[in-house]
């Protein structure tokens, strides 16, 4: 019976051997569980019997390979699809000829089609919606195996201006700054008196001016500029007192398209022309005593917009848009624009990806302009080490596994998403050197067991 201990030791001491050689093996591997045997002992009751006290065991066995789970530390790469889990979490990839499988193996790339792949060609998986006609997809959707779209970022026309900034409260208005040129009765724009006239560009005709770019529906480029006129004071009507004054701390403010003559402006009397589609061609704004804008903005808003005329872009929508002042203020002090965007944006092809915390990968595109096209999805495991290795850094689940419903980065403990780094593999390479020498005794051990019993056998033979 000491051969068959002596040999049960030794076969559970090779394959702790092959165990600890994996180990070691694999610690420059992505992703990467390190395994420990888990040994058993036998006894053979038929041996003795079944009376307590007089068992002799006949020898070990590998009760089970355990893997450990554990964190392994994240090295940064220059790749923006390595990716790394910081929790308990799987990354999902489909196969074509099998169940999804799942790895911590976060290294990741695009192919010939847009998807992302591993380094073996599976594809990862992740929440995304089928993508329309021309249309870019979004993270919102079902489990599907993701695709970033060749397509580009589709234009989007200008509907929304913001302008912040201080208007000087100690400007007086073009007509009392000029009053030989301009005259008291004096309104901007001055009005055209021939096609070729250009006597509203005059600087001395209004305070101040902006301009930004904004975009059709086509994603073509036009220049709004934007007139800021102080309004002259002049006499209360009555029944107020004698002496008081209106428009103190009033402005109107016009608009230019590619640097004609301001919109809704009657070019022959400077009278403004009938509303396009019921709104008001001119903003109205007024300040009180502490410089800060009374609201509502007489004017086009987000609900009453201004057309631009259709020949500023005839083979596009009509452009419309309003200006939002919330921002601006009139104290003393120079004049100064401290904000001036646009919502629109000209079509862009794809630059780059990034991947957020959240698993959310965005697509920058040369507008600049930013897309969340997908997210990531994240599959945990009650028992992940039910989980079935089956090589390439996959696990297969099993029904031990208990596998459940994938999750979002950040949901649960599924864990968060380290753009730009790998899991290196949870290896302790000084404790798997330890462990090799121990099993390497342990093999010597058992192989002097049976040269012992060897030896006890022969002595035997010799008997005459």
Avoid: C
């Amino acid at each position: 019976m000491s051969f068959q201990q002596g040999l049960s030791g030794l076969n559970v001491a090779s394959k702790a051997l092959d165990i600890i050689s994996n180990n070691v093996a694999n610690t420059n591997t992505v992703g990467f569980k390190s395994g420990s045997a888990v040994f058993a002992d036998v006894y053979a009751a038929s041996l003795t019997g079944s009376v307590s006290g007089k068992q002799v065991g006949v020898g070990s066995t590998l009760g089970a390979v355990r893997q450990s789970f554990t964190q392994g530390n994240l090295t940064t790469t220059n790749n923006p699809l390595d990716l790394a889990i910081n929790g308990d979490g799987f990354f999902i990839v489909g196969r074509s000829d099998g169940p999804d499988v799942y790895s911590r193996n976060g290294q990741f790339e695009l192919d010939k089609d847009g998807f992302i792949i591993t380094s073996t060609g599976e594809r990862l998986k992740g929440f995304q919606s089928p993508a329309g006609s021309g249309q870019l997809p979004t993270p919102v959707g079902g489990l599907k195996e993701l695709q970033i779209p060749i397509i580009g970022s589709l234009p989007q026309a200008t509907s929304r201006v913001d302008i912040g900034g201080n208007l000087d409260a100690n400007a007086l208005s073009p007509a009392e700054t000029f009053p030989q040129l301009l005259g008291p009765g004096y309104t901007f724009p001055s009005p055209k008196t021939s096609p070729d006239d250009e006597a509203w560009r005059d600087t001395r005709t209004y305070n101040y001016s902006t301009s930004i770019e904004a975009f059709d529906s086509l994603g073509k480029s036009h220049e709004l500029t934007f007139y800021f006129v102080k309004k002259t004071p002049s006499a209360a009507p009555p029944p107020a007192a004698p002496g008081t004054l209106i428009d103190l701390n009033a402005w109107q403010v016009f608009t230019s398209v590619d640097g004609q003559y301001p919109l809704g402006i009657d070019p022959a009397t400077g009278n403004p022309n009938p509303p396009v589609a019921g709104s008001p061609v001119i903003w109205d704004l007024e300040f009180d005593e502490k410089g800060v804008l009374k609201t509502p903005v007489a004017g086009p808003s987000a609900t009453n917009l201004l057309q631009v005329p259709a020949e500023y872009a005839p083979d596009a929508e009509p452009i419309r848009f309003y200006v939002d002042f919330t921002d601006m203020r009139q104290i003393g002090g120079s004049y100064l624009v401290s904000e001036l965007t646009q919502n629109g944006f000209t079509g862009g092809e794809l630059a780059g990806l990034s991947v957020g915390r959240d698993g959310v990968i965005t697509g920058r595109y040369t507008n600049g302009e930013t897309v969340a096209l997908a997210q990531l999805a994240i599959q945990t495991f009650r028992n992940p080490n039910a989980l079935n290795s089956i090589g390439n850094n996959y696990w297969e689940a099993t029904l031990e596994s208990g596998l459940t419903a994938p999750i979002r980065p950040g949901e649960g403990v599924g864990g968060v998403i380290s753009a730009g780094m790998v899991e290196d593999a949870n290896v302790e390479l000084t404790q798997e050197l330890v462990q090799l020498i121990i099993q390497q005794r342990n093999y010597q051990a058992n192989a002097q067991s049976i040269r012992a019993q060897d030896q006890i056998l022969q002595t035997l033979v010799n008997l005459r």
